[in-house]
């Protein structure tokens, strides 16, 4: 037989039998509802998560480390040192590239300011990036990819003393920020040539663009506006340093030692590779994502443990219609049928509370928190889980109810 | 009489052990969920100086872009300018004060040949120790002439000091900071105020500093902030004064004013002194300036994380899954008693006694349900601290938050239990022993 007319058969009788025993399955409705929309919610979030977890910070993130080189004599020569450091970590076998940067992606450290795309801008033109204060080896050892321009020149390096101001320095820019200052021609190669203005009205040439390079903040304004300038501080510098793949662990040991060779009046301190930088930046983002992942796995268990537990009382109390049904002619597969149909009905009418629930639940987390409204696609995704789940923890009771013998059932209480 | 029930509430349960094992086993799933997520979040929202927080107060001045508020609720930031800080510490309305900001030492090892290490350093003033309460193991802090002529003098941590001094009593003896020599004056004894109010620019619940040295330092040795420093104008930076002089926002201050006529005579005085600076051309936005004690001061700076409000919220919801689902079973059970139910009322139970029965059936349930609920707890914690960086000394079960467990897992299985002893209490007697 058809199988919708079946389901609108057997629903009528399955209805009024439901309206008599109304405690029961009203309970199993409403915890439906309920984990329908933590379930919605906290996949939301979780996918939402996962897909911040997974942008491309830009840089080379499984061949780079970072540390900083922090002088504790008064009378440290910041520059002399800088330089002999990067020409023999350069020099090492092994090493692609190495440079100093105002902070890295994601590590939280770092410097921002105001930029304009042109002078006397008015204060709404001004937009905030990152920016990395780094040499003519800076794109290299991010291993950032250049998209149009050029790197910087040795010429317009310039290293400044650590309190002055930033210098005359040359800009090479994120195409996210180029796009978002230089609207609407974009096409990345626009920006070049062109100039930045910082709240100082000095112009700040552009002479490349970048794919991308992630900002040292997670959650600071716009993740990929950032901006590199070719003038760097030899105040509390960070090394970055890249190497040829699977040569990292081996040389960062190697580098330590290098740098006590070179001058012990200053520490290196928080030697991180860029992949435990990243790591910890998400830290949060994944620790939240396994909460709720196991959340939701113990209580898609509990609901569906809680049908089972009911679906077997309900086989029990029912063994004598069960019997009388059998033995009026009914098959076994009518009456497994019969339980799948019951269940379905309570897991809908769960599904459809369950679905205002959840748009009420995300209403509330997005006025409470700062959290995007939930995607409402992800409500079907739960109602499917819920009818399966549903669906599946009936079918054993339902089997061992078409498994009683008719005479059985009518004999005995 | 609750012996004899407790008796029979053991043995129902043991009759049918799959479905007590569920309902038990749902409530201490909710009550663990409940608990592990209650454990972050109370502490991170604790109280981490009880006896004085209502008399501390965080101290705001709008200093800010007159474009452009500090932050979108129009709140001053949260840091000060050095002038300002110098101005403020001349005030005797408080009866105390510190003002202070992160920095940090390579700390020299008694044995020469050893490489120094980095030390986290907070540079203050002398009232910082009596302020907090700050516990001392030797020594004290450094007198007042110290914030503002230059003395190097310093109070190690616990921890600083049974590293460079093996934990010996390191009064008057020499420490070498930045290959300069400092007097020891103070070694503190444990103390880890959680969440690290005074400072809570870098990270929340991270360990107080290993070094404590006087302000008066500052000019004299350009001490450099490591914490966070903002700016909003466009100014001339060329030297180390420049940036005293500058607008950067980068010290924290604290005030002690113990009661109500002192907060107001404070909050009247950095008023007046705003006003003043107006007209030397500074401070362009409205008068703007906020003290906030302790508590408040957590709440503005958002300390107890949103996904720990998220996860609060979720969790609470779960329990009530978990007993939506209890009341389900405890039907169910019940109700399958229904033939020994009547035949207690033939013989003479009346409604109450049964029910009373009931009741206790689901309050051992709930019991032992809390008490799974407390070990799942912990395996939870144990979690928690494995995903999350630092909340090693956050998250840790206490006896109050253990009773708060076995307290809800009691309440809300008999919350959960009342409608199912209910409904059963009213069976009939003649109704079920007739068919029999």
């Known amino acids: 037989m058809n199988p919708i007319r079946h389901l609108a058969s057997d629903s009528g009788p399955i209805l009024r039998a439901l309206t008599r025993s109304r405690a029961g399955p009203l309970l199993i409705a ?57 020409r023999r970590i350069r020099a090492l076998p092994g090493v692609v590239d190495a440079s100093i940067s105002t902070g890295t992606p994601l590590s939280g450290g770092g410097s921002s300011s105001s930029f304009a795309p042109r002078p006397e801008a008015k204060p709404e033109e001004y937009k905030n990036a990152a920016y990395y204060e780094t040499d003519d080896h800076g794109l290299n050892a991010f291993g950032v990819t250049l998209v149009a321009g050029r790197n910087f020149l040795p010429a317009e390096v310039e290293m400044r003393d650590p309190l002055a101001e930033r210098g005359m320095s040359s800009a090479i820019i994120t195409k996210a920020f180029a796009d978002k200052l230089f609207p609407p021609d974009g096409g990345a190669g626009a920006a070049v040539g062109k100039s930045v203005y910082g709240t100082n009205q000095k112009a700040i040439p552009i002479v490349g663009i970048v794919e991308r390079a992630q900002t040292p903040w997670l959650t600071w304004g716009e993740l990929e506006h950032s901006i590199f300038l070719s003038s760097y501080s030899p105040d509390f510098p960070r090394y970055v340093v890249r190497t040829e793949p699977g ?102 009418a769960g599904a459809v509370v369950g679905s205002g629930l959840s748009l009420g639940l995300s209403f509330w987390m997005v006025n409470t928190f700062d959290l995007p409204p939930l995607d409402w696609r992800y409500i079907p995704v739960g109602v499917g889980l819920l009818w399966v789940l549903g669906l599946a923890a009936v079918l054993v009771p339902a089997r061992r109810a078409s498994q009683l013998a008719p005479a059985l059932a009518t004999r005995s209480v | 009489m609750l012996a004899h029930n407790l008796f029979l509430a053991w043995k129902s349960l043991r009759k049918n052990p799959v479905l007590s094992a569920l309902m038990i086993g749902a409530i201490g799933l909710g009550i663990g969920v409940c608990m592990t997520t209650l454990t972050v979040y109370t502490l991170m929202s604790r109280n981490p100086i009880p006896q004085k927080s209502s008399v501390l107060y965080a101290v705001q001045l709008d200093s800010w872009d007159p474009n452009e508020a500090w932050s979108d609720e129009g709140r001053p930031p949260p840091q000060l300018t050095w002038r300002d800080v110098q101005a403020l510490l001349k005030s005797d309305i408080p009866k105390r004060q510190a003002a202070m900001f992160a920095s940090g030492f390579g700390v020299q090892l008694p044995d020469e040949k050893l490489p120094p290490f980095m030390a986290e ?86 360990e107080p500093e290993g070094v404590f040295v006087p302000m008066g330092l500052v000019e004299a040795l350009q001490l450099p902030s490591f914490g966070n420093t903002q700016g909003w104008k466009d100014e001339e930076i060329n030297s180390y004064q420049d940036r005293l002089n500058s607008e950067l926002v980068w010290l924290q201050y604290w005030a002690e004013l113990p009661d109500a006529a002192s907060r107001e005579r404070y909050q009247a005085f950095i008023d007046q002194y705003v006003q003043e600076q107006k007209k030397l051309g500074r401070y362009p936005r409205q ?49 399958g008693k229904s033939s020994e139910i009547a035949l207690r009322r033939a ?30 707890a912990f395996g939870g914690l144990f979690g928690v601290k494995q995903l999350y960086e630092g909340y090693e000394r956050l998250v840790q079960l206490n006896g109050p938050l253990l009773l708060v467990a076995l307290g809800i897992a009691l309440a809300s299985s008999l919350v959960a239990g009342v409608y199912p002893a209910w409904r059963a209490a009213r069976i009939s007697p003649a109704g079920l022993l007739k068919t029999q």
Not at chain 1, 34 to 63: C, E, W, Y
Not at chain 2, 122 to 144: C, H, L, N, Q
Not at chain 2, 310 to 324: D, H, N, P, T
Request: charge should be neutral.
């Open chain 1, 30 to 86: 409403l915890q439906c509802a309920i984990t329908l929309a933590i379930v919605a919610n906290a996949i939301f979030i979780i996918q939402d998560r996962l897909q911040k977890m997974s942008r491309p910070s830009g840089m080379d993130v499984d061949n780079t480390f970072v540390f900083f080189s922090l002088p504790i004599a008064a009378d440290f020569d910041g520059k002399a040192v800088i330089a002999e450091d990067m």
């Open chain 1, 247 to 348: 040569e990292r662990e081996r040389l960062i040991p190697e580098v330590e030692k290098l740098m006590a060779e070179i001058s012990r009046d200053r520490i290196v301190e928080r030697l991180k590779t860029q992949t435990e930088i990243e790591h910890k930046a998400y830290g949060e983002y994944r620790a939240m994502a396994v909460i709720l992942t196991s959340v939701i796995v113990l209580i898609v268990c509990i609901t569906g443990l809680g049908i089972v537990g009911l679906a077997s009382f309900n086989v029990n109390a029912r063994n004598k219609q069960i019997g009388t049904r059998r033995a009026l002619g009914a098959t076994k597969r009518d009456i497994v049928r019969y339980f799948l149909v019951e269940s379905w009905l309570i897991t809908t």
């Open chain 2, 121 to 206: 350093a907070r540079i203050t003033t002398s009232e910082f120790f009596s302020m907090f309460d700050v516990p001392f193991e030797y020594g004290g802090g450094w007198a007042k002439e110290a914030d503002s002529a230059p003395q190097q003098v310093a109070v190690l941590s616990k921890k600083t000091n049974d590293k460079v001094f093996g934990g010996a009593d390191s009064i008057g003896r020499t420490i070498k900071l930045d290959k300069r020599d400092y007097r020891v004056v103070g070694v503190l004894a444990d103390w880890h105020p959680t969440p690290k109010f005074y400072d809570l620019n870098n990270n929340d619940f991270g």
């Open chain 2, 287 to 335: 008068l703007n300036n906020r003290l906030s004690p302790v508590m408040e001061w957590l709440k503005v700076r958002e300390v107890v994380t949103e996904d720990a409000r998220v996860l609060l919220g979720l969790s609470f919801l779960f329990l009530a899954v978990c007993l939506l689902n209890i009341v389900g079973l405890l039907l169910a059970k019940f109700l």
């Open chain 2, 347 to 376: 013989l003479g139970a009346t409604r109450w006694q049964v029910m009373q029965k009931n009741l206790v059936e689901v309050a051992l349930i709930g019991l032992l349900g809390g008490a799974l609920g407390v070990l799942l």
